[in-house]
């Protein structure tokens, strides 16, 4: 299985998978050129997504399918992502998580105060919510 771009075809499984995994939508179709998707022949597996705000990435709807879990698929969307933006300049990945720190900080992400946020990633509607809703901030330098 190898990760690829999304198209305007994996849409609606992808806002079903989000969805799915209580993981927000909001502004997800108008960028669904920059998720990555891992799929098999039953369908999708796994997506997330990469907003890009200058040298700073803001990491959005990573979601694995029930089915799939524990396989090492959110890693594996992950890498793909990190290897891709990284050809494009992109310097750091930010997140927000409300249930998944642990799960970051293995990967090597750490928290952050909303104070340290890159300006340019502030408009991202990931970010844009209530700091009751933001959960844990977190970031990693590439």
């Known amino acids: 299985m190898r990760p690829h771009y999304a198209t305007e075809t994996d849409w ?3 806002e079903a998978l989000l969805r799915a995994s209580s993981l927000s939508v909001s502004g997800v179709h108008e960028r669904i050129t920059q998720y990555m998707v891992v799929r098999d022949n039953a369908g999708l597996l796994g997506c997330a997504g990469l907003e890009r705000y200058e040298k700073t990435g803001v990491l959005r709807g990573l979601a694995v399918a029930q089915r799939a879990r524990s396989a090492g698929l959110g890693e594996l969307l ?7 933006v990284r050809r494009e300049g992109v310097e750091s990945i930010v997140l927000q998580t409300k249930t998944a720190s642990g799960y970051f900080a293995r990967l090597g992400f750490m928290p952050i105060s909303d104070s340290e946020l890159p300006p340019a990633v502030l408009s991202s509607h990931e970010l844009r919510r209530d700091q009751d809703e933001i959960g844990t901030l977190m970031q990693i330098a590439l």
Do not use: D, F, L
């Open 78 to 84: 992950i890498s793909a992502i990190v290897a891709s």
């Open 12 to 14: 609606q499984e992808i």
